[in-house]
């Protein structure tokens, strides 16, 4: 057993896998050595001993890692920090820890700050035909949400929050809702592989009912429904995790 798994073995940690441990490890290692894009990290047998764990392990590790965009391996030449892209040019947003439960909340409460001043924006500045379009995404992510199709439910998901923010006509608030989303992928990724942490059916519904707030040029009740879609989304989330953590014994 290495020392992922062996961490593994006690508190919340039980009902994670070894290899995400130690994806969670190495990105501390990388933010508590001041790393860079493009510095150079050891081979992955040089960092499994470094982190103390199997070469197993760690090329699980960095094959997500590199998934999700924060390592780049090259063949015959080794494996790096990502170059950063202009949503991650900020040195602390770099160092985002995507199991950290701390983070994540900080990333939700960042998101419900944004969006709700997207959405207050939205329902006094949309124009006719962003209103639209508004409609028909919140309506096309409950058609897909009811049925349980999670890949176009994510479409249109990102395709409403785009379009609020559009709508909201700021394009740094527009940037920020689609930085936010990068990250929140990065979370989805490594903790719920491809599963979805909640209802989309609910979702759904509660993107109708900001669109219609939008549409009626509604800002405070705009703002009241996005703040409470986002604190659905963040209570189905930390029940997610819940259930992982009951249903799931320890990793061997």
Do not use: C, W
Not at 54 to 68: D, F, G, S, Y
Not at 73 to 96: M, N, S
Not at 192 to 197: A, E, K, N, T
């Amino acid at each position: 057993m290495d020392s992922a798994e062996r961490a593994a073995d006690g508190g919340g940690d039980r009902y994670r896998p070894g290899y995400e441990l130690v994806a969670e490890r190495l990105l501390q290692h990388i933010a508590e050595q001041g790393l860079h894009p493009g510095d150079r990290l050891p081979t992955e047998q040089g960092l499994a001993e470094l982190l103390g764990t199997t070469r197993n392990q760690m090329r699980e590790a960095v094959k997500v890692l590199a998934a999700i965009g924060r390592l780049s391996v090259r063949r015959g030449a080794g494996i790096f920090v990502a170059a950063a892209d202009r949503t991650l040019a900020d040195e602390e947003l770099a160092h985002f820890q995507p199991t950290d439960m701390a983070h994540v909340s900080m990333l939700l409460d960042f998101r419900r700050l944004i969006e709700a001043e997207t959405a207050r924006r939205a329902a006094s500045l949309a124009t006719p035909i962003q209103v639209r379009k508004i409609r028909e995404s919140a309506e096309e992510s409950l058609r897909l949400g009811t049925a349980n199709e999670v890949r176009g439910f994510a479409r249109a998901d990102q395709q409403f929050h785009d379009a609020v923010a559009i709508a909201a006509d700021n394009i740094f608030l527009q940037s920020n809702v689609a930085n936010i989303r990068r990250f929140a992928a990065q979370t989805d990724t490594l903790l719920f592989h491809g599963d979805v942490p909640g209802s989309l059916e609910v979702a759904g519904r509660q993107h109708v009912a900001v669109a219609e707030a939008i549409a009626e040029g509604d800002p405070d009740r705009a703002v009241q429904l996005m703040t409470a879609h986002i604190d659905t989304t963040q209570r189905q989330f930390e029940r997610k995790i819940r259930n992982r953590m009951f249903t799931q014994g320890p990793q061997q």
